[in-house]
């Protein structure tokens, strides 16, 4: 089955606790993006990667990292959370990025909902 | 600064009846414009899309409007159904960039 999925689904955490939020596809697409949902501001986009070791910042990459190794795997890491960076977080896949191919559509995993103390 | 926005964060419609759903930009380069679904505890779904060489796309009850000149576009169902009931999401691209910009999002609840 054709699937973005994001680990965990949930996580509680502490202020300045380094983590890790993983995605996997499994559709060979070149496109990944991380968003993060929060009330009132919609989806915003965090970082983006065009293909392995290409990524590039979002509209709101503050705070974050991310790296491309492998074209299926795109991690969101989150070296020194901190409260405002409580929200709800999606990673998407599409088979290209948006450039002269804009026809792509993106595809979400399930999302991981972080809160950080 | 906003550059996608849903000013209604919600909707009501009857069962059977016509659902509008609008959507304005302010980026004239944004070539490229897409709605999603998103059911609580997933993630978005993609619907229907429209090129701006268009003005109309449809799909089956789903049909998208695209108002270049007054950079507005509307996602029409009909017959609106119990199932339908979803946040959605516009979004929109430009040619020039990688990025997909959304909107807030409009909470639709079809009622029987």
């Known amino acids: 089955e054709a699937q973005v999925t994001q680990n965990p689904r949930y996580l509680i955490t502490v202020t300045g606790k380094k983590l890790t939020v993983t995605c996997s596809q499994n559709?060979?697409?070149?496109?990944m993006s991380w968003y993060r949902q929060d009330p009132g501001l919609g989806l915003r986009q965090i970082y983006y990667s065009m293909n392995v070791e290409v990524t590039d910042k979002g509209d709101v990459p503050e705070g974050y990292k991310v790296s491309r190794k492998e074209k299926r795997n795109f991690p969101l890491i989150l070296e020194s959370p901190s409260p405002n960076q409580t929200s709800l977080y999606f990673c998407?896949?599409?088979?290209?990025?948006?450039?002269?191919?804009?026809?792509?559509?993106?595809?979400f995993g399930p999302g991981t909902r972080l809160t950080v103390l | 600064d906003q550059q996608v926005k849903q000013n209604s964060p919600s909707l009501s419609v009857q069962e059977g009846r016509i659902s509008i759903l609008n959507c304005d930009y302010t980026?004239?380069?944004?070539?490229?414009f897409l709605w999603y679904k998103k059911y609580p505890a997933e993630g978005p779904t993609f619907l229907i899309s429209i090129s701006s060489i268009k003005d109309k796309n449809e799909d089956g009850r789903f049909t998208v409007f695209l108002n270049k000149s007054a950079k507005h576009l509307s996602l029409h169902i009909v017959p609106s159904q119990p199932g339908d009931s979803a946040v959605y999401f516009c979004?929109?691209?430009?040619?020039?960039?990688?990025?997909?910009?959304f909107g807030t999002g409009t909470r639709l609840q079809v009622f029987p």
């Open positions: 998407a896949s599409s088979l290209r990025g948006r450039g002269e191919h804009s026809t792509d559509t993106q595809y």
């Open positions: 979004a929109a691209s430009a040619r020039a960039t990688d990025k997909l910009i």
């Open positions: 980026n004239s380069m944004f070539d490229y």
């Open positions: 559709m060979n697409h070149e496109y």
